[in-house]
């Protein structure tokens, strides 16, 4: 009795013996009915192809053109892919036999510059059509006229710089366009006649400088539209006010400097206007987006901001205003905005923060406040941040003294091990300037010369509450004077951490008990 194991490989040899004989040469033929042929040696359409075979990729050969006989009669086919190949002409006849084709791409063949009128009129039950990254700069004799079933159409990366108004009128189905990575440079409203099902546009990385203001008025339930990378320099007021659908808009790298009041449609959800010139905003510009939850405005030249120019984005989540000029926020900038939970402040110039810049956000998760100018934060600033929370600090000039005793001790007890606090150095004062703040000891927080900082000291006594001493440090001709106003004569010691020429650390303590000389005394250190 045959074994189980000696069945199931006998099984697969009786397929490869099967495969093997049935499967045209240089291709590979993974159940009768999908094959795939990437042979730089194919020169020409495989031979063989079984009536009964579904899907078909041709993926890196050497074929050139597409003759009127490359498929037979009777083909089943629903998927064909030409894919990275040297085609540079496709027979006008080359598709008739294949009427059951739902999905068809052509795309990585950049010698093929034209797709002549009447290939594709025999494909009326297509759904798909994919022709990216090809050579074609114009489309001629309305090559799509006959796809009504048509819902995807990626035209994106070839040399299109002009479209004919009528080019789509015919494609009533369509849902996806994509015209991304060409060189149109006029759009008009003509063009998008008829699109009534249109969902997603994508017009990134063209060469458009201006939109009429009815440019989508054919396109009323587009729910995504990429206007990326192109050169787009004002938005007309009423441009996007029949879009009553539309959650996302990318603008990003465009060349805005302004933006007027009401001109987002009600519905949008993500906004990106990364990479433009704006300098500054009204108050009105986002006023009427309550669905908003992405904003992305990264990389502007924007320096003030409004008080209340998020007031009514309840919905905000996500914001981003680093690689900007901004100085400094209003403490009311995201009052009310409770779903906020991002918060990109990064490569800005700001120099201070206000204590309850953050104090609506219960939910924020990543704050990011590196590389501005920051000196010091608020007491208390951290107290509603949980130890899980990201919080990136590095790339600001610390200013080393009594003044960050908070996020010193915040960074020793409250952040968390997703901080990057190993790359906080201290910008001042000159004798600590570079060392990192997580090294220094909670003692070397001195304030500088010449400077009065009054400041809670602990004390060690055996009770539930210690008694604190308010202290001042003073200097006079090089002698610095540590005066304190203590309730009770507990033990008190005294740390004192300085740095001489040659960056040689001195640390001293002192220990003083209970008894007359801790009652009015004043403790000198001479250098």
Same mark, same amino acid.
Not at 444 to 449: K, R, S, Y
Not at 478 to 483: A, D, M, N, P
């Given at each position: 009795?045959?074994?189980?194991?000696?069945?199931?490989?006998?099984?697969?040899?009786?397929?490869?013996?099967?495969?093997?004989?049935?499967?045209?040469?240089?291709?590979?033929?993974?159940?009768?009915?999908?094959?795939?042929?990437?042979?730089?040696?194919?020169?020409?359409?495989?031979?063989? !192809?079984?009536?009964?075979?579904?899907? !078909?990729?041709?993926?890196?050969?050497?074929?050139?053109?597409?003759?009127?006989?490359?498929?037979?009669?009777?083909?089943?086919?629903?998927?064909?892919?030409?894919?990275?190949?040297?085609?540079?002409?496709?027979?006008?006849?080359?598709?008739?036999?294949?009427?059951?084709?739902?999905?068809?791409?052509?795309?990585?063949?950049?010698?093929?510059?034209?797709?002549?009128?009447?290939?594709?009129?025999?494909?009326?039950?297509?759904?798909?059509?994919?022709?990216?990254?090809?050579?074609?700069?114009?489309?001629?004799?309305?090559?799509?006229?006959?796809?009504?079933?048509?819902?995807?159409?990626?035209?994106?990366?070839?040399?299109?710089?002009?479209?004919?108004?009528?080019?789509?009128?015919?494609?009533?189905?369509?849902?996806?366009?994509?015209?991304?990575?060409?060189?149109?440079?006029?759009?008009?409203?003509?063009?998008?006649?008829?699109?009534?099902?249109?969902?997603?546009?994508?017009?990134?990385?063209?060469?458009?400088?201006?939109?009429?203001?009815?440019?989508?008025?054919?396109?009323?339930?587009?729910?995504?539209?990429?206007?990326?990378?192109?050169?787009?320099?004002?938005?007309?007021?009423? !441009?996007?006010?029949?879009?009553?659908?539309?959650?996302?808009?990318?603008?990003?790298?465009?060349?805005?400097?302004?933006?007027?009041?009401?001109?987002?449609?009600?519905?949008?959800? $993500?906004?990106?206007?990364?990479?433009?010139?704006?300098?500054?905003?009204?108050?009105?510009?986002?006023?009427? %987006?309550?669905?908003?939850?992405?904003? !992305?405005?990264?990389?502007?030249?924007?320096?003030?901001?409004?008080?209340?120019?998020?007031?009514?984005?309840?919905?905000?989540?996500?914001?981003?205003?680093?690689?900007?000029? #901004?100085?400094?926020?209003?403490?009311?900038?995201?009052?009310?905005?409770?779903?906020?939970?991002?918060?990109?402040? $990064?490569?800005?110039?700001?120099?201070?923060?206000?204590?309850?810049?953050?104090?609506?956000?219960?939910?924020?998760?990543?704050?990011? %406040?590196?590389?501005?100018?920051?000196?010091?934060?608020?007491?208390?600033?951290?107290?509603?941040?949980?130890?899980?929370?990201?919080?990136?600090?590095?790339?600001?000039?610390?200013?080393?003294?009594?003044?960050?005793?908070?996020?010193?001790?915040?960074?020793?007890?409250?952040?968390?091990?997703?901080?990057? #606090?190993?790359?906080?150095?201290?910008?001042?004062?000159?004798?600590?300037?570079?060392?990192?703040?997580?090294?220094?000891?909670?003692?070397?927080?001195?304030?500088?010369?010449?400077?009065?900082?009054?400041? $809670?000291?602990?004390?060690?006594?055996?009770?539930?509450?210690?008694?604190?001493?308010?202290?001042?440090?003073?200097?006079?001709?090089?002698?610095?004077?540590?005066?304190?106003?203590?309730?009770?004569?507990?033990?008190?010691?005294?740390?004192?951490?300085?740095?001489?020429?040659?960056?040689?650390?001195?640390?001293?303590?002192?220990?003083?008990?209970?008894?007359?000389?801790?009652?009015?005394?004043?403790?000198?250190?001479?250098?």
């Amino acid at each position: 009795m045959m074994s189980r194991a000696f069945c199931v490989t006998l099984f697969i040899l009786l397929q490869l013996c099967y495969y093997g004989h049935s499967c045209p040469a240089k291709c590979q033929c993974f159940t009768p009915t999908r094959v795939f042929c990437s042979d730089e040696q194919l020169t020409d359409m495989p031979h063989n !192809l079984s009536l009964d075979m579904r899907e !078909l990729v041709i993926m890196t050969t050497r074929i050139m053109n597409l003759r009127p006989s490359a498929f037979p009669e009777g083909s089943k086919l629903s998927k064909l892919v030409f894919l990275n190949n040297l085609l540079q002409g496709i027979s006008s006849t080359a598709f008739n036999k294949l009427a059951g084709l739902e999905e068809l791409e052509i795309s990585g063949n950049h010698h093929l510059e034209e797709l002549l009128a009447g290939t594709l009129n025999e494909l009326g039950n297509l759904t798909m059509l994919a022709l990216n990254f090809n050579r074609f700069r114009v489309m001629r004799g309305r090559p799509f006229n006959k796809l009504y079933k048509l819902e995807t159409l990626q035209l994106k990366g070839n040399d299109i710089s002009l479209l004919a108004d009528d080019l789509f009128q015919q494609l009533g189905s369509l849902r996806l366009l994509d015209l991304s990575l060409n060189m149109i440079s006029v759009v008009t409203m003509e063009l998008f006649r008829n699109l009534g099902q249109l969902r997603t546009l994508k017009l990134g990385y063209n060469h458009i400088k201006a939109l009429p203001v009815d440019a989508f008025d054919g396109v009323p339930r587009l729910r995504e539209l990429n206007l990326q990378g192109n050169k787009i320099a004002a938005l007309p007021q009423a !441009l996007f006010s029949r879009l009553a659908d539309l959650e996302k808009l990318n603008l990003r790298g465009n060349q805005l400097k302004n933006l007027t009041g009401d001109v987002f449609p009600l519905g949008l959800s $993500e906004l990106n206007l990364v990479d433009n010139k704006l300098a500054q905003l009204s108050p009105t510009t986002f006023q009427g %987006l309550p669905h908003l939850t992405c904003l !992305l405005l990264s990389r502007n030249q924007l320096s003030v901001f409004p008080e209340d120019l998020f007031q009514n984005l309840t919905a905000l989540v996500h914001v981003d205003l680093s690689h900007n000029l #901004i100085a400094g926020l209003p403490e009311t900038t995201f009052s009310g905005l409770s779903e906020l939970t991002v918060v990109h402040l $990064e490569n800005n110039n700001i120099s201070s923060l206000e204590s309850g810049l953050f104090e609506d956000q219960d939910y924020l998760d990543q704050l990011y %406040l590196s590389h501005n100018a920051l000196q010091t934060v608020p007491t208390g600033f951290f107290d509603n941040f949980l130890s899980g929370n990201m919080i990136r600090l590095h790339g600001n000039p610390w200013t080393c003294d009594c003044h960050l005793l908070y996020l010193h001790d915040w960074l020793d007890y409250g952040a968390g091990p997703s901080q990057d #606090i190993s790359n906080m150095y201290c910008g001042a004062p000159s004798f600590l300037s570079g060392r990192g703040v997580a090294s220094l000891k909670r003692e070397q927080l001195v304030c500088a010369a010449n400077s009065t900082h009054e400041t $809670e000291l602990s004390v060690t006594q055996p009770v539930e509450t210690p008694p604190t001493a308010v202290c001042t440090i003073q200097e006079t001709n090089r002698t610095i004077s540590v005066k304190c106003n203590i309730q009770k004569c507990p033990r008190v010691k005294l740390l004192t951490w300085y740095q001489k020429e040659g960056n040689q650390e001195i640390l001293t303590e002192h220990e003083f008990y209970h008894g007359t000389e801790c009652l009015n005394s004043t403790i000198t250190i001479n250098f």
